[in-house]
């Protein structure tokens, strides 16, 4: 272990480059490649995520090896810098951050200005002639380390520096003078050893081992794991550990720090975007403690250091070939480049940046697909909006920065605890506080949307908001915050917790009360990008729709037919509920029958609308699924409600509801069994799916039915149900006068079908997995009742992922390629496809597609998401050899 390379430096001598991300973390990767191509960084060493990992699991103790590989890079940097740690000269203080191989905005820790002492402290005034600056950065320092390494809150810190400035009657921390901030570094050591027990250390090599310690630590803390939990971040052992040499953004007014990407991550807009401040630390943009300038105005103010960034801006988005977010600091007139990293940004940006760097020849079609768009980015382009003219003046609460785009609705909620709490009980809230913290994404991630009263386009807010997709409304200096009486105002109007607002996240508005929200509108560019995709995809994107709105959704989001109509949905409207329920508690076939016939011009009425939307695209239509009890009442004033619209006493009606009651229904009286049991169900519904398609034939419209027989075990139930069909269809062609093609299939949803795939193939004209059941059937899951344990499961690595969400591969997904090769063994031609929900996972359609399916089927608003997967898989050439037809 000794021998083991755990420190890797970077400046005039680099030992990194982008290509060991995993082993130094995207920023450590990052700072090695810049200094390879001439940015100008200032020089370190990155700790390897291997240590971190090491130090983890062996109860904080560092590898053998790494102290001395430490101080190896310590004094490395003292040789680039022409500086040393702890100097009473000349002294050289550092910076030390985290960095994994994927971003975590703000979810883990950094500490500035290590190195400092009183000592430290005396050389710095006496080489800068500066004490301002000097006893600004030692404040700071107290500040981070005793927060980050020692748990001492920074909000004791925060009372004091506020303190001074009412006593000061200051409003900006820039307005404190050298003595008064000499003053506040007092205070804040007495502030840590109230806290800790202990005098402030003033070994700088301590400082760092402990800092070093503490960023390790923070890889672990609950915001990380919390972000990595819903941003899906997975398989990454640790975080890499950043040493940097210090430069300064608070020395004078001569100084600056700030953030900016290279393009707007909002629109995606071809403009240097971003914010800095003047004589101020990186940590003051992210964290909205100060309201930051528009990058822009740094074109007036240092004309000079703008051109020089804009030209780096330039040639590192050429470099990486994608926006970038970069972090900078002015020094006295000297521009410094602290990090670079793919920039996160909106669905509407995304795929605007996507498709302006193919048209500048910076990228490929096939690059800007696999690599700049994500399935997350399209499902943004899908929320919605607010109407222009649906905000009225006098509802206007506030107007902000629009920080992320997109129209949200919920009820006020000022913690991110409660949000969670809420939002699990099904609530819709806005979390709304003055600024956000890593502690915060619990309840950013359970809200509508977010609100704050400070910060900017680049704060802890509104970089977390783009990255999720969610609206949010940043720096809205217009209302004020209450914590204590949980309260807002505008100075004319409180708002309460559990109040309704809206927020707009693409305009910055705050409105009171509950808005209308529309669909969005697709840009050009989307349309463009869509059709970039479609010239990559070798299998086709099927939707789940029952109702002719929803089929037309979906064929305008580019779907290339239905994959599942569930006709037990049809059949709970109210209308015909009745109907519906007077088969079930009929005494013998006559009535049933009668029944059904009334039931039949409902069914008929529906496909008609479905088939008239989906012309000329197949629509495969389920028969009747669910146990038959789940269309009859079970509390007791419905029961006599519904025996009184029935006609018959409510004791019969209860008999009735007894004897359909199943121990297990998932597993009884349901799909093709109610087919064998009561082939009259059957029949009548082939009957309305083969009139609705002649009827239209009449008018010139085409309708492709595919009948999907449910639930199928053995190939002899298929049978039964395949005759039953056909016989019907030939009274119906032969009362008609014509016909029409159509398609018997079934849906692959019982594990012993995909064992026996090749002798039902041999019948079937197409299989269409039910993944949903399959996997309740393989795992002995109940989707309804797993929820209870499989959020443990996922949090001890019992299960890397849902599988109700993304395909159980391993088990569930060796099914579905057993019965997709052995159905085609059976069956050359047979159509095969999927219409669980995973068929909009991207994970699951992948899997689809190195099976060969020829379609998934996914709800409408995951299509475009399923055509993009398709895309993906194809680029990436992940195919197998299975045959697809």
Same mark, same amino acid.
């Given at each position: 272990?000794?021998? &083991?390379?755990?420190?890797?430096?970077?400046?005039?001598?680099?030992?990194?480059?982008?290509?060991?991300?995993? &082993?130094?973390?995207?920023?450590?990767?990052?700072?090695?490649?810049?200094?390879?191509?001439?940015?100008?960084?200032?020089?370190?060493?990155?700790?390897?995520?291997?240590?971190?990992?090491?130090?983890?699991?062996? %109860?904080?103790?560092?590898?053998?090896?790494?102290?001395?590989?430490?101080?190896?890079?310590?004094?490395?940097?003292?040789?680039?810098?022409?500086?040393?740690?702890?100097?009473? /000269?000349?002294?050289?203080?550092?910076?030390?951050?985290?960095?994994?191989?994927?971003?975590?905005?703000?979810?883990?820790?950094?500490?500035?200005?290590?190195?400092?002492?009183?000592?430290? @402290? =005396?050389?710095?005034?006496?080489?800068?002639?500066? /004490?301002?600056?000097?006893?600004?950065?030692?404040?700071?320092?107290?500040?981070?380390?005793?927060?980050?390494?020692?748990?001492?809150?920074?909000?004791?810190?925060?009372?004091?520096?506020?303190?001074?400035?009412?006593?000061?009657?200051?409003?900006?921390?820039?307005?404190?003078?050298?003595?008064?901030?000499?003053?506040?570094?007092?205070?804040?050591?007495?502030?840590?050893?109230?806290?800790?027990?202990?005098?402030?250390?003033?070994?700088?090599?301590?400082?760092?081992?402990?800092?070093?310690?503490?960023?390790?630590?923070?890889?672990?803390?609950?915001?990380?794991?919390?972000?990595?939990?819903?941003?899906?971040?997975?398989? &990454?052992?640790?975080?890499?550990? *950043?040493?940097?040499?210090?430069?300064?953004?608070?020395?004078?007014?001569?100084?600056?720090?700030?953030?900016?990407?290279?393009?707007?991550?909002?629109?995606?807009?071809?403009?240097?975007?971003?914010?800095?401040?003047?004589?101020?630390? #990186?940590?003051?943009?992210?964290?909205?403690?100060?309201?930051?300038?528009?990058?822009?105005?740094?074109?007036?103010?240092?004309?000079?250091?703008?051109?020089?960034?804009?030209?780096?801006?330039?040639?590192?988005?050429?470099?990486?070939?994608?926006?970038?977010?970069?972090?900078?600091?002015?020094?006295?007139?000297?521009?410094?480049?602290?990090?670079?990293?793919?920039?996160?940004?909106?669905?509407?940006?995304?795929?605007?940046?996507?498709? %302006?760097?193919?048209?500048?020849?910076?990228?490929?079609?096939?690059?800007?697909?696999?690599?700049?768009?994500?399935?997350?980015?399209?499902?943004?382009?899908?929320?919605?909006?607010?109407?222009?003219?649906?905000?009225?003046?006098?509802?206007?609460?506030?107007?902000?920065?629009?920080?992320?785009?997109?129209?949200?609705?919920?009820?006020?909620?000022? %913690?991110?605890?409660?949000?969670?709490?809420?939002?699990?009980?099904?609530?819709?809230?806005?979390?709304?506080?003055?600024?956000?913290?890593?502690?915060?994404?619990?309840?950013?991630?359970?809200?509508?949307?977010?609100?704050?009263?400070?910060?900017?386009?680049?704060?802890?807010?509104?970089?977390?908001?783009?990255?999720?997709?969610?609206?949010?409304?940043?720096?809205?200096?217009?209302?004020?915050?209450?914590?204590?009486?949980?309260?807002?105002?505008?100075?004319?109007?409180?708002?309460?917790?559990?109040?309704?607002?809206?927020?707009? #996240?693409?305009?910055?508005?705050?409105?009171?009360?509950?808005?209308?929200?529309?669909?969005?509108?697709?840009?050009?560019?989307?349309?463009?990008?869509?059709?970039?995709?479609?010239?990559?995809?070798?299998?086709?994107?099927?939707?789940?729709?029952?109702?002719?709105?929803? @089929?037309?959704?979906?064929?305008?989001?580019?779907?290339?037919?239905?994959?599942?109509?569930?006709?037990?949905?049809?059949?709970?409207? %109210?209308?015909?509920?009745?109907?519906?329920?007077?088969?079930?508690?009929?005494?013998? =076939?006559?009535?049933?029958?009668?029944?059904?016939?009334?039931?039949?011009?409902?069914?008929?009425?529906?496909?008609?609308?479905?088939?008239?939307?989906?012309?000329?695209?197949?629509?495969?239509?389920?028969?009747?699924?669910?146990?038959?009890?789940?269309?009859?009442?079970?509390?007791?004033?419905?029961?006599?409600?519904?025996?009184?619209?029935?006609?018959?006493?409510?004791?019969?009606?209860?008999?009735?509801?007894?004897?359909?009651?199943?121990?297990?229904?998932?597993?009884?009286?349901?799909?093709?069994?109610?087919?064998?049991?009561?082939?009259?169900?059957?029949?009548?519904?082939?009957?309305?799916?083969?009139?609705?398609?002649?009827?239209?034939?009449?008018?010139?419209?085409?309708?492709?039915?595919?009948?999907?027989?449910?639930?199928?075990?053995?190939?002899?139930?298929?049978?039964?149900?395949?005759?039953?069909? =056909?016989?019907?269809?030939?009274?119906?062609?032969?009362?008609?006068?014509?016909?029409?093609?159509?398609?018997?299939?079934?849906?692959?949803?019982?594990?012993?079908?995909?064992?026996?795939?090749?002798?039902?193939?041999?019948?079937?004209?197409?299989?269409?997995?039910?993944?949903?059941?399959?996997?309740?059937?393989?795992?002995?899951?109940?989707?309804?009742?797993?929820?209870?344990?499989?959020?443990?499961?996922?949090?001890?690595?019992?299960?890397?992922?849902?599988?109700?969400?993304?395909?159980?591969?391993?088990?569930?997904?060796?099914?579905?390629?057993?019965?997709?090769?052995?159905?085609?063994?059976? *069956?050359?031609?047979?159509?095969?496809?999927?219409?669980?929900?995973?068929?909009?996972?991207?994970?699951?359609?992948?899997?689809?597609?190195?099976?060969?399916?020829?379609?998934?089927?996914?709800?409408?608003?995951?299509?475009?998401?399923?055509?993009?997967?398709?895309?993906?898989?194809?680029?990436?050439?992940?195919?197998?050899?299975?045959?697809?037809?």
């Amino acid at each position: 272990m000794a021998d &083991l390379k755990h420190v890797y430096r970077f400046g005039k001598e680099t030992d990194g480059n982008r290509s060991m991300r995993e &082993l130094l973390g995207g920023k450590g990767a990052n700072l090695a490649e810049m200094c390879s191509i001439g940015i100008p960084v200032p020089p370190g060493f990155t700790i390897s995520t291997q240590a971190c990992k090491h130090t983890i699991d062996n %109860d904080m103790e560092w590898p053998e090896g790494l102290r001395e590989q430490v101080n190896e890079g310590v004094f490395h940097v003292e040789g680039e810098m022409n500086k040393k740690l702890g100097d009473k /000269e000349d002294p050289l203080l550092l910076s030390v951050r985290s960095g994994a191989a994927v971003s975590m905005p703000g979810m883990m820790d950094t500490i500035l200005n290590l190195g400092m002492n009183d000592k430290v @402290a =005396e050389a710095l005034i006496r080489k800068t002639g500066n /004490e301002r600056f000097v006893f600004d950065s030692y404040r700071r320092f107290i500040d981070m380390f005793g927060d980050v390494v020692m748990g001492v809150s920074h909000e004791y810190f925060e009372e004091a520096i506020t303190s001074l400035k009412e006593q000061s009657g200051v409003q900006n921390d820039t307005d404190l003078t050298a003595s008064q901030l000499s003053e506040l570094t007092d205070k804040y050591k007495a502030i840590y050893r109230k806290h800790t027990g202990h005098m402030f250390p003033e070994d700088p090599m301590e400082q760092l081992e402990l800092a070093i310690n503490a960023v390790f630590k923070s890889w672990n803390s609950g915001r990380a794991i919390k972000y990595r939990e819903i941003s899906g971040i997975k398989g &990454l052992i640790g975080t890499g550990v *950043n040493v940097q040499a210090m430069v300064f953004g608070n020395m004078s007014s001569e100084c600056a720090t700030g953030v900016c990407f290279t393009r707007n991550p909002s629109t995606g807009e071809r403009e240097l975007y971003g914010e800095y401040l003047v004589n101020a630390q #990186g940590e003051d943009v992210v964290a909205g403690i100060r309201t930051p300038e528009p990058i822009s105005s740094m074109k007036k103010r240092i004309p000079a250091v703008y051109d020089e960034l804009l030209s780096y801006t330039h040639k590192l988005e050429d470099h990486y070939k994608n926006m970038q977010d970069i972090e900078f600091t002015v020094q006295e007139g000297k521009l410094f480049i602290l990090q670079t990293r793919n920039g996160k940004r909106t669905g509407a940006a995304a795929v605007r940046i996507a498709v %302006d760097l193919v048209q500048e020849n910076i990228v490929s079609k096939e690059e800007a697909i696999a690599e700049l768009v994500e399935a997350e980015h399209i499902d943004q382009l899908l929320h919605p909006q607010f109407e222009n003219g649906d905000v009225k003046e006098k509802d206007l609460i506030g107007k902000g920065l629009p920080a992320s785009p997109g129209a949200a609705v919920g009820k006020v909620v000022f %913690d991110s605890k409660r949000a969670e709490e809420l939002a699990e009980q099904g609530e819709m809230v806005i979390l709304v506080r003055i600024e956000t913290s890593p502690e915060d994404v619990g309840g950013m991630s359970s809200a509508e949307g977010i609100l704050t009263s400070r910060g900017g386009m680049t704060s802890h807010a509104a970089v977390v908001a783009r990255g999720w997709g969610k609206p949010c409304v940043a720096g809205c200096g217009d209302i004020v915050i209450n914590y204590r009486e949980h309260s807002f105002t505008n100075g004319d109007l409180i708002i309460k917790e559990g109040d309704w607002i809206s927020i707009d #996240g693409t305009r910055g508005f705050v409105i009171k009360g509950q808005k209308n929200m529309i669909p969005p509108k697709l840009s050009d560019e989307y349309e463009i990008f869509m059709r970039w995709v479609g010239e990559f995809e070798s299998m086709q994107v099927r939707a789940n729709a029952e109702t002719p709105e929803d @089929a037309e959704m979906a064929r305008g989001l580019g779907a290339t037919g239905i994959g599942l109509a569930r006709t037990e949905h049809m059949f709970f409207k %109210d209308d015909r509920v009745t109907a519906m329920r007077r088969m079930i508690i009929a005494e013998d =076939e006559k009535e049933r029958r009668e029944a059904l016939m009334e039931l039949l011009p409902y069914q008929k009425e529906d496909f008609i609308g479905i088939f008239r939307t989906m012309e000329d695209l197949p629509v495969t239509v389920r028969l009747l699924d669910p146990p038959l009890h789940e269309f009859l009442p079970s509390e007791d004033e419905e029961v006599e409600r519904v025996a009184q619209e029935l006609g018959v006493t409510e004791k019969l009606l209860r008999i009735k509801i007894e004897a359909l009651k199943e121990f297990n229904p998932m597993l009884g009286h349901r799909g093709c069994r109610l087919g064998v049991t009561y082939p009259e169900i059957t029949e009548m519904q082939t009957r309305a799916i083969l009139e609705a398609a002649l009827e239209l034939k009449a008018e010139g419209i085409n309708a492709k039915p595919e009948i999907m027989i449910p639930l199928v075990g053995s190939v002899n139930e298929f049978v039964n149900q395949r005759a039953v069909v =056909e016989r019907t269809a030939e009274k119906v062609f032969s009362e008609h006068k014509d016909s029409i093609d159509f398609l018997i299939g079934t849906m692959i949803e019982v594990p012993r079908a995909a064992l026996v795939a090749n002798e039902i193939a041999r019948e079937a004209d197409f299989f269409s997995f039910g993944t949903n059941d399959l996997t309740q059937m393989t795992l002995g899951y109940s989707r309804d009742d797993a929820t209870k344990f499989i959020p443990y499961y996922l949090d001890n690595g019992i299960l890397g992922e849902d599988p109700f969400q993304t395909l159980d591969q391993q088990g569930v997904g060796q099914l579905v390629q057993m019965g997709t090769e052995l159905g085609r063994a059976g *069956n050359p031609k047979l159509k095969v496809g999927i219409c669980g929900e995973h068929g909009g996972d991207p994970a699951s359609i992948e899997f689809c597609f190195k099976l060969g399916l020829n379609y998934v089927s996914c709800s409408p608003y995951r299509v475009p998401i399923a055509h993009l997967s398709i895309a993906k898989a194809a680029i990436k050439g992940v195919k197998t050899s299975v045959n697809q037809n």
